[in-house]
């Protein structure tokens, strides 16, 4: 296998996750999730399905399992629960509270 091969190849192994940005502290208060970067002082604060997606995030849910469970209990077709869920995902990812790593794919949540 030359170089370009096993580049590939270690490519392919990997998978990006979105996960909580190590500098965020969060604390759920009576059901509204509330999160604070320390590195750039953004504030957020979360209720409902953002709540719920954050505390699955937190967890390490893979985004399958987060739509899954949008659906099990959100009255929503599963193309607009998989639009949401990017959507809200980018805006706390646009807001530091959240980054995206590549991890070897053996590693990910079953």
Do not use: C, H
Not at 56 to 76: C, K, N, Q
């Amino acid at each position: 296998m030359n170089g370009d091969e096993m580049s590939t190849a270690s490519r392919s192994a990997l998978a990006t996750i979105t996960m909580v940005n190590p500098a965020v502290v969060f604390a759920d208060l009576d059901g509204e999730v509330v999160l604070l970067n320390t590195e750039t002082g953004v504030y957020f604060g979360l209720e409902g399905a953002g709540a719920l997606i954050w505390a699955m995030l937190a967890d390490s849910a893979p985004e399958g399992a987060i739509v899954e469970r949008l659906l099990d209990r959100f009255a929503v077709e599963p193309e607009r629960a998989r639009a949401d869920l990017a959507a809200f995902l980018d805006q706390l990812l646009a807001k530091r509270l959240l980054v995206r790593r590549d991890v070897p794919a053996t590693r990910l949540p079953a």
